[in-house]
């Protein structure tokens, strides 16, 4: 006889003509909810290693590509041959967003922050993507924005944000209605 019953009472199941014990049926409730749970695990791990990486690789590009373009443009602007390397502008704002700091002694350089202005540098940026044909997010008017512009003790910080995907064109809109916000 080819039956499966399952005798609640006396927690014997009936299969096949064998007998099998609830403890039994319960070790192997287990042992599949384990399984499920470390598949669920390895998933999820597997798959953030590999947005994570992808996510590096997207920055680590963008950011060269931004250091070419600030050192051309402020080569440009003020004639020299220093090279600025980048940093990371901080995650608070979320992953994704290609926004890069830059600073340096202006005084030691002798730098008139009269004549370096941060206009100038957003259009010696726009002027260096439009010769090397940067690609922007669709709904982005240029491929740079300064971010801000401050100075302290004789250091001169930039930021400069390259809008080449979604989440760097939210937050420039997110810092222009902060700024608007703070105008008002």
Request: proline share 1%; aromatic share 10%.
């Amino acid at each position: 006889m080819n039956q499966s019953v399952l005798n609640f009472p006396n927690m014997v199941l009936l299969n096949k003509g064998k007998a099998v014990k609830g403890r039994e049926v319960m070790r192997l409730f287990w042992i599949c909810l384990l399984a499920v749970i470390i598949v669920a695990i390895l998933y999820m791990v597997i798959h953030r290693l590999l947005i994570n990486r992808a996510t590096i690789m997207v920055r680590r590009r963008a950011q060269e590509e931004t250091d070419k373009a600030v050192n051309a443009a402020i080569g440009d602007i003020l004639a020299w041959q220093k090279v600025l390397s980048s940093e990371i502008v901080a995650d608070v704002w979320g992953k994704g967003v290609l926004a890069f700091e830059y600073h340096f002694d202006y005084q030691k350089q002798q730098v008139n922050l009269d004549e370096f202005t941060a206009d100038k540098l957003a259009k010696g940026l726009n002027a260096y993507a439009k010769r090397n044909d940067l690609q922007t997010a669709k709904n982005a008017a240029q491929p740079f924005v300064i971010t801000d512009w401050w100075t302290y003790e004789g250091i001169l910080h930039i930021d400069v944000a390259y809008l080449i995907n979604e989440a760097t064109v939210e937050y420039i809109d997110d810092l222009k209605r902060l700024n608007h916000h703070n105008n008002k």
